[in-house]
């Protein structure tokens, strides 16, 4: 049964194809070729074909891959740019969705069985395994992964990749663990890659689940957000328009995908996030969440202080919202540190080690030394940009500080702005941040794409902004 239905599951150009359609169909001006609505549904597409077939470069060498890596580049630059101009200009002001109620209804459920059974029939690639390991290992040893020197280090599986992700994505893990009741090992057992006899690793369903259930509760605060700032009808038509988009179906390869429902981090982080954003009415609880999104994998952190300035030139829940987050960054912290084993200080290095200079440093082991990416394939840009400005830890990168600028340049443009304005800003940084992250440049669309659907249809009623709270309004 699993065979056959995975003959039914799109290839990338079948993702791409599928997208397009179902958003014409949904939003699409049928009227009128040339209209704002088109170009903006256009817009959305611009960076997918040069995904659709990116993991092949693999097999014939990086050497040939800087124009592609720079077309990826500056497309994710422009994304930046149109949400920036969104959250001065808005969004576009009349989205009708071409099918009555019944009908978005219908079409939202073929969605979602597509993408239900894209999760289940499709290996997970490489973030999902090494979550779910790493989760496993936590298990069996009582130890965070950062602490676990059979997860880290050259001899470790993926390099070290098992150890690299944040502590609530673990911990989503560990639920699915149980409820499979998937076989313990000693806590002295040896993962490696490759040797599957002598560990006995989780099923690939743990990460399938897991990433599914991200996935619907994503799906869940869109619908939320969109709701309430522009109605049920087009809260349907946004939904679809992001599960049916080719970079949730997948887009890479035939036989590798580079993004979509195959990988949870490109799906958990923005899931919560959409959470944390459809709970801006209430403060504490928003941030609380963004904290945990963030402890599911660290990027979300960049958007308190936008977040924060929104609420400070509003005058509003900034203190709650402040708290929710202290109380969810230090619970999170508190557990690296417990699991830990070791002083703060030195929990804190082994956190740093497993994350941020996994993901960033220039080793020959760390992604900061990828040849699949922008920077890898332009090493004399890197050598300027991406290079350190002293010492050795990446947060002293020209491009990392550049975007830490933003982030605070985001608080002070947040002055005034309406929630679907927020969303732009918000999906400015979504964007922005892969231009300093190194590996796969460009490639984590889902990461920015709700955002900016919100900030595109969020207006379409668009209410006068009276500065009162999200709650106080039905159109907000």
Not at 97 to 114: E, I, T
Not at 159 to 169: F, K
Not at 398 to 417: N, V
Not at 441 to 465: C, K, M, N, Q
Request: aromatic share 12%; hydrophobic share 50%.
């Amino acid at each position: 049964m699993r065979d056959l239905i995975s003959l039914l599951i799109p290839n990338p150009p079948g993702a791409l194809g599928i997208g397009i359609l179902i958003a014409v169909l949904v939003l699409g001006d049928l009227t009128t070729l040339r209209s704002p609505r088109n170009l903006a549904i256009a817009g959305l597409f611009l960076i997918a074909p040069g995904l659709l077939s990116i993991r092949e470069l693999g097999r014939a060498g990086y050497g040939s891959a800087a124009p592609l890596f720079t077309m990826l580049f500056v497309c994710t630059a422009f994304y930046a740019v149109w949400c920036f101009v969104l959250s001065r200009r808005g969004g576009i002001s009349q989205w009708r969705p071409n099918l009555s109620r019944a009908g978005l209804q219908a079409l939202l459920a073929c969605v979602l069985a597509l993408d239900v059974a894209i999760v289940l029939t499709r290996h997970p690639d490489d973030a999902g395994n090494y979550t779910s390991l790493g989760a496993k290992r936590w298990i069996e040893t009582g130890t965070i992964p950062y602490a676990d020197p059979k997860l880290k280090g050259p001899e470790a599986p993926g390099w070290g990749a098992a150890a690299t992700y944040g502590p609530v994505l673990y911990l989503s893990h560990m639920p699915f663990q149980v409820l499979l009741r998937v076989p313990a090992n000693p806590p002295d057992a040896t993962p490696k890659d490759g040797v599957p006899a002598s560990y006995r690793r989780p099923a690939t369903l743990v990460t399938q689940l897991a990433c599914l259930s991200f996935f619907l509760a994503g799906l869940a605060g869109l619908f939320l957000v969109v709701r309430r700032l522009a109605g049920v009808d087009v809260a349907l038509a946004a939904v679809i328009l992001y599960a049916a988009s080719p970079y949730v179906i997948g887009l890479g390869g035939n036989r590798f995908m580079i993004g979509g429902l195959g990988y949870i981090s490109h799906i958990a982080p923005v899931a919560v996030l959409l959470l944390a954003f459809a709970a801006l009415h209430r403060p504490l609880v928003s941030g609380l969440l963004l904290a945990c999104a963030a402890g599911v994998l660290f990027w979300p952190a960049f958007l308190f202080p936008l977040w924060f300035g929104w609420r400070a030139w509003r005058r509003e829940g900034m203190w709650p919202f402040a708290a929710g987050f202290a109380v969810g960054g230090l619970v999170i912290a508190a557990l690296v540190v417990y699991y830990s084993h070791a002083p703060a200080g030195d929990a804190l290095r082994l956190f740093m080690e497993s994350t941020l200079e996994h993901q960033e440093g220039g080793s020959p082991l760390e992604y900061g030394a990828s040849r699949f990416s922008f920077w890898g394939t332009h090493p004399a840009l890197a050598a300027v940009f991406q290079r350190p400005l002293f010492g050795s830890t990446s947060l002293f990168k020209p491009m990392f500080l550049a975007f830490a600028a933003l982030c605070l340049a985001a608080a002070w443009w947040a002055r005034g702005r309406t929630v679907p304005q927020l969303a732009a800003l918000t999906a400015m940084l979504a964007a922005a941040i892969q231009l300093w992250k190194t590996h796969a440049t460009g490639s984590y669309v889902e990461w920015y794409l709700p955002f900016l659907i919100i900030a595109l249809v969020g207006a379409s009623r668009h209410p006068a902004d009276t500065g009162h709270s999200p709650a106080s309004s039905p159109g907000r």
